[in-house]
């Protein structure tokens, strides 16, 4: 007991000595600290709060949370599905977009094609129509020329005997200079059917005569003929320098006689 209480004492001894020496040196006595000793020591003894309603309401704000998460993943879901629609239907209205300017483009150059065919056609048309009006002024002249007298021909009541082919309009001798030539159109006889004799009314001996367009050159006409069977025995010469618009004209135009 002696030792024992001679340790306990030493210890004691030790404790004041730093008790004092920390007194010292932080301006701290014994008394406070055994104010806050004792302070320490009733909070220990009054019972300690309940903070399980904490808890209870973290359990629920959890719940909440993941109510509310599975809410946002069922809408994402459906969002997605509903793009997945709204991306098909828009791929399906691009196709038939596509499909369309396909075909409008089609429709499009097939209607520049006839257009420019139409136009061709217009132009080509044009070009007949004045070369008509041409020829029809040419005979409206030579018509004129024989109805006042302007022209004289001669009415043949009977066919030449002899089958000489007479032209007043062309001198008998034809000089041809240095790559010239010369093109003759001979026009024999005609003779007229009973549907064409209707025409002329009751005159049954009809005097007729033909006019003749050739390349470029004036229009020229037989001498007038009565009868039903013509025998004009005309033939027209035309000098001609053989270059390609006349090689042109001979394979691709034609000469109009018209009665």
């Known amino acids: 007991m002696h030792l024992k209480y001679l340790e306990m004492k030493e210890k004691y001894d030790d404790l004041a000595e730093k008790m004092k020496f920390f007194e010292r040196e932080s301006d701290i006595n014994m008394k406070e600290i055994e104010e806050a000793l004792i302070i320490l020591r009733q909070r220990k003894q009054r019972q300690e709060p309940n903070f399980d309603f904490l808890q209870k309401v973290d359990d629920e704000k959890g719940q909440n949370l993941n109510r509310r998460l599975l809410e946002l993943e069922s809408q994402l879901a459906e ?30 150059r097939k209607l520049d094609e006839n257009q420019s065919e139409f136009q061709s056609r217009i132009l080509e048309s044009g070009q007949l129509l004045d070369i008509r ?35 007043d309009l062309i001198a008998d001798a034809i000089e041809l200079e240095r790559g010239q030539n010369l093109i003759e ?35 020229q006409m037989t001498p007038i003929v009565k009868g039903r069977t013509p025998e004009y025995n005309f033939t027209a010469q035309y000098i001609v320098n053989v270059d390609d618009f006349l090689l042109y004209y001979l394979q691709k135009e034609y000469t109009v006689i018209e009665l």
């Open 185 to 219: 159109v001979h026009i024999s006889r005609a003779s007229f059917n009973e549907r064409a004799l209707e025409y002329f009314g009751k005159n049954t001996d009809p005097s007729t005569f033909c006019s003749l367009e050739f390349f470029e050159h004036e229009l």
């Open 133 to 167: 009006a041409e020829r029809i002024q040419k005979l409206e002249k030579a018509l004129k020329d024989v109805a006042y007298g302007t022209r004289q021909y001669r009415v043949q009541e009977q066919p030449a005997v002899d089958g000489n082919l007479t032209n």
């Open 79 to 108: 969002t997605a599905n509903e793009l997945e629609k709204t991306r098909n239907l828009l791929f399906m209205q691009y196709k038939i977009n596509r499909d369309y300017k396909l075909e409008v483009d089609c429709v499009q």
